[in-house]
């Protein structure tokens, strides 16, 4: 036995009761026996085999420790250091250090063969070991040199001098070293200035984190605190840095205390009492410069270069750990640098699995494979030497030019120069040209001038159409950051390791400039989206449905407020889905670029609901609809986006569409109240009076205000190429019967799928009818005691094909037009009656669903609603139940209106066909009635500045 034994043995001295023998032979666990031995040492079995593995036995007593440790290790407890080189004996770390300690002890067993021919050499070896791990940890992780000096020097009594190992034994991640750089003369892309570093001392591993200010180092401690756990599985135990007052703070200091968590501040004015970290932050500037300069980098750039030197850092090998690299050192794991990709053919298709074949014609072997990127351009076999014929004298023959010069991008100097060589050569040489194919012209084609203003406004404007492109644009970029800061404030997501039977969405950014009614930019907005087609029923979504107002109710609220005087305030829900809670566990992709390099392999499980899920419209709409309710308003059942809130005989409506809301009434005190009830729930825009909303916008006048869609009319003009044509008076000519575009939108919407030349030249009648009204809007007038009334007509067999009526009415709030449709009936009608009839009744379900809508807005309509028809038998057949031969074969529910009529609720009159509002919706009209319906239905001019 070594003379260390004694030491030891008194170092242990404990009294222990119940304690279980383990031995471990060939990594197998196997239950030797039970012994208890009360107040003697413990005894572990040491064997040292063939290739110096040391095989321990562990002796655990307290019986609770041992269940613990051997649940966690599967019966199998390493005793070996780190890197699996070096044999010690290591305890349960969850434990204290001097009870773990007082549980175990070494000492050769006779009995086991595989130490048969182990030395005293070899297990005073192992000893020295374990005694050098017990005191490192004891004195507070001495340094090795120091802790040779103090057995060599017998500075503690008691301690044996031993041959010290100079291999790291301290795990990672224990002692960690920090310090702050900056502020950076020029702010990176995100506006950050400050960066803080983490580095640990074992394996000398960085965590750079960036910042606006210094104050907001604390919580990048708290976020490496995570990461680092994450990635090593070991917490932080001491943290060294200067005395700077991002440190020092009472809020820093206190949550160290709080996590137990042992603090080492530098002395003042000594910087190189923390050189690892300062160390480590000029060798990441020096990398970081020498990526920007060497490729001209901005200096905006500098966050981006900085991230990517540690990565490269902390992989890279260093003399200092043994030519390891720090990732290898923390993590135990070698970096694969081997190809997963090799350069092929595409050859085919395969008939069996979904993929393509492709052919390496290096090895000759065929790959099939869905993961292919191919370069349409390139071909492998484009040399001469296998494309070509190899005889030269072939090549010289052939009077084929093999040359191609794209005549518009060569210098003017350069092509001046050749054209007067070419003008200079004989013209025997251009007779040799004769049996040529056809040629490029050599002219310089000169851009038009006007093109270049439209090219800057473009190349500014352009919405990008992948996420490389939107990096190269510092709006978008920004755009990009506020998502990712919402998603972090909502909690939108945490990340784990990828399950294994998980079905991972993938996700990808969505980009749209938002833009002011003048035109001009209102803000760039980036959407980080789920790609929720991948997403299957039953497994990871159910209902999605998720109701939206209905532009009739927009309307109606426009007509009751006009006549109420209501103040129509609009207000904006930022990145409203978040807000949503889902009822299924959803795991998506890391997006680009903000993906951790510190936990590869993880991915997002979803908390919230984000754009792009099948159900987060519905998850939202869900939380807004909670949130209003408590606050007592009511869902009405006509539109189920309408919230209603009664105070006695006055009102507060609330029209929710998706997340823009319109908020009016008559009581401004609740009105107030709700708008800083939101405020404090979500994170809302007040975007004040209601001027845009869904593409509609408003222009206030004297008496009321214009609803008018002047922008989105210029842009579709824009867009098909009509802004510059010439204006009709009519959507449609008059003259024109043809059976396939008999009424404008309504009937060419039916050959999309196929259109002909007479479809087309219809379809830019439209277009030239909407330049010649590009500008005007319906008008919404105040006035007092305003009624519901309505005009519905039809138009008999005016589908020529298949000889079908169309149907159009139109209804208004006193002179305010409210409600319109034009609709092709479904069956064929046998009479002019009956097609009126069946027109009547479908405006009668429109009438009854607007009073009840009126009625939920407080407009209670006790009155006879009036509906204006042009065909008295209609009329009489609608006022007398008769039965009659020729109707007796009308479907029941067109009967609707009869009852209705007679219970008083609606009043049928008859309008002479001059005055039939509805005429514009069923059939093609001259201009000069045309333009008295637009009139009827207060269709004005919207007088603005800027050009339409």
């Known amino acids: 036995m070594p003379d260390v034994m004694p030491w030891f043995e008194a170092f242990f001295e404990g009294d222990l009761a119940e304690l279980q023998f383990l031995r471990l032979k060939d990594d197998d666990a196997i239950k030797n026996t039970i012994n208890s031995y009360g107040n003697t040492i413990l005894h572990i079995a040491v064997g040292i085999g ?118 790291g034994v301290c795990s990672g991640c224990q002692y960690v070293h920090s310090d702050v750089l900056g502020p950076v003369k020029q702010p990176s892309m995100q506006g950050l200035r400050y960066m803080v570093t983490f580095i640990d001392d074992f394996s000398r591993f960085v965590w750079v984190y960036f910042m606006k200010d210094k104050s907001e180092a604390f919580y990048k401690f708290k976020e490496f605190e995570i990461d680092a756990e994450l990635l090593t599985g070991c917490k932080v135990k001491c943290l060294r ?79 200092n750990l043994g030519y390891e690299s720090p990732y290898e050192r923390l993590t135990h794991t070698k970096l694969n640098m081997e190809k997963k990709a090799v350069r092929c053919v595409f050859v085919g298709y395969d008939p069996q699995r979904k993929g393509w074949r492709c052919c390496d014609p290096n090895s000759g072997k065929v790959y099939v494979s869905r993961n292919v990127i191919f370069e349409e351009q390139s071909s492998w076999w484009s040399s001469e030497n296998q494309l070509l014929s190899d005889s030269k004298e072939d090549l010289e023959n052939s009077k084929i030019s093999l040359e191609f010069t794209d005549d518009e991008c060569l210098d003017k100097s350069e092509l001046s120069g050749q054209t007067r060589e070419e003008q200079s050569g004989p013209d025997k040489e251009l007779n040799n040209q004769d049996d040529l194919g056809p040629r490029r012209s050599q002219r310089v084609r000169k851009p038009n001038s006007k093109y270049a203003n439209v090219a800057i406004v473009e190349d500014v404007l352009a919405e990008p159409n992948s996420f490389a492109e939107a990096c190269l644009k510092q709006e978008w970029w920004q755009a990009m950051e506020e998502e990712m800061t919402a998603m972090y404030r909502n909690k939108t997501w945490e990340l784990v390791p990828k399950p294994t039977d998980a079905k991972v969405v993938s996700c990808k950014w969505v980009y749209k400039l938002k833009q002011k009614p003048d035109g001009s930019v209102e803000r760039f907005k980036a959407r980080l989206v789920a790609r929720g087609f991948s997403q299957e029923y039953g497994v990871n979504y159910e209902e999605t449905f998720s109701p939206v107002a209905k532009l009739t109710t927009v309307r ?95 009102v507060v409506v609330v029209l929710v569409y998706v997340d823009d809301l319109i908020i009016t009434g008559d009581v401004k005190e609740e009105i107030m ?50 802004f510059t044509c010439k204006s009709a008076v009519t959507p449609m000519d008059v003259s024109c019967r043809l059976p396939d575009i008999l009424f404008a939108i309504g009937v060419l919407s039916h050959f999309m799928q196929d259109p002909r030349k007479p479809h087309l030249i219809a379809i830019r009648r439209v277009l030239r009818y909407v330049k010649g009204t590009v500008s005007q809007g319906v008008m919404f007038k105040r006035e007092i005691n305003p009624m519901l009334m309505g005009y519905c ?156």
């Open 673 to 722: 109240q709700l708008k800083a009830n939101l405020c404090v729930r979500f994170k809302m825009k007040d975007l004040g009076k209601l001027v845009h909303f869904l593409g509609l916008e408003l222009m206030y006048c004297e008496d009321g205000f214009i609803l008018h869609q002047t922008k989105y009319a210029s842009d579709m003009l824009q867009k098909f190429g009509m």
């Open 50 to 167: 063939r290739d110096t593995v040391l095989h321990i036995a562990a002796i655990v007593g307290n019986t609770k420790a041992a269940e613990l440790l051997l649940k966690k290790n599967k019966n199998m407890l390493s005793i070996e250091d780190d890197q699996g080189k070096t044999p010690l004996i290591k305890a349960y770390e969850n434990m204290r250090l001097d009870t773990t300690l007082s549980l175990l002890y070494a000492s050769i067993s006779k009995d086991d063969e595989s130490s048969e021919n182990a030395s005293d050499e070899d297990f005073h070896k192992c000893i020295c070991v374990l005694v050098q791990a017990i005191v490192a940890k004891k004195y507070g992780h001495v340094g090795f040199d120091k802790l040779g000096l103090m057995m060599k020097q017998s500075l503690v009594d008691g301690l044996p001098n031993l041959d010290v190992n100079k291999d």
């Open 793 to 948: 007509d039809a138009d008999y067999a005016g589908d020529l094909n298949e000889r079908r009526s169309t149907t159009g009415y139109v209804f208004m709030y006193g002179s305010n037009s409210i409600s319109w449709c034009s609709k092709r009936q479904p069956t064929v009608s046998l009479s002019t009656t009956e097609a009126e009839y069946r027109a009547a009744a479908m405006a009668a379900q429109e009438c009854v669903w607007l009073i009840q809508l009126l009625n939920d807005m407080n407009q209670v309509v006790k009155y006879k609603v009036r509906l204006l028809c042009d065909n008295r038998s209609a009329i009489k057949l609608a006022e007398n139940p008769v039965f009659h031969a020729r109707t007796k074969h009308i479907e029941i529910h067109y009967h609707f209106i009869r009852e209705k009529v007679l219970k008083g609720e609606i009043e049928m009159e008859w309008v002479d066909t001059k005055g039939q509002v509805a005429d514009i919706f069923t059939k093609s009209l001259s201009g000069v009635k045309l333009g008295e319906f637009r009139d009827k239905m207060k269709l004005v001019q919207v007088k603005i500045e800027r050009e339409c």
């Open 241 to 319: 840095s200067d005395n700077g007052g991002e440190y020092v703070s009472v809020e820093f200091s206190n949550y160290l205390r709080q996590k137990l968590i042992r603090r080492q501040l530098t002395c003042p004015n000594t910087p190189q009492q923390n050189g690892i970290a300062e160390r480590k932050n000029r060798h990441l500037g020096e990398v970081t410069k020498s990526l920007i300069h060497d490729k001209n980098v901005p200096g905006r750039f500098w966050a981006e270069a900085m991230r990517a030197a540690s990565y490269v850092i902390n992989r890279l090998p260093s003399q």
């Open 556 to 650: 109606v609220l426009l007509a009751v407020a006009v006549s109420k005087q209501w103040e129509l305030i609009q207000m904006d829900v930022n990145n409203a889905f978040l807000y949503g809670e889902l009822d299924h566990v959803i795991y998506m992709d890391k997006p680009d670029v903000f993906e951790s390099e510190d936990h590869p392999g993880y991915v997002c499980k979803l908390k919230k609901a984000i754009y792009g899920l099948k159900q987060s419209p519905r998850a939202w709409f869900g939380k807004i609809a909670e949130f209003l309710e408590l606050n007592g308003f009511k869902l009405t059942d006509t539109d189920t986006s309408l919230f209603v809130k009664k105070i006695d005989d006055k």
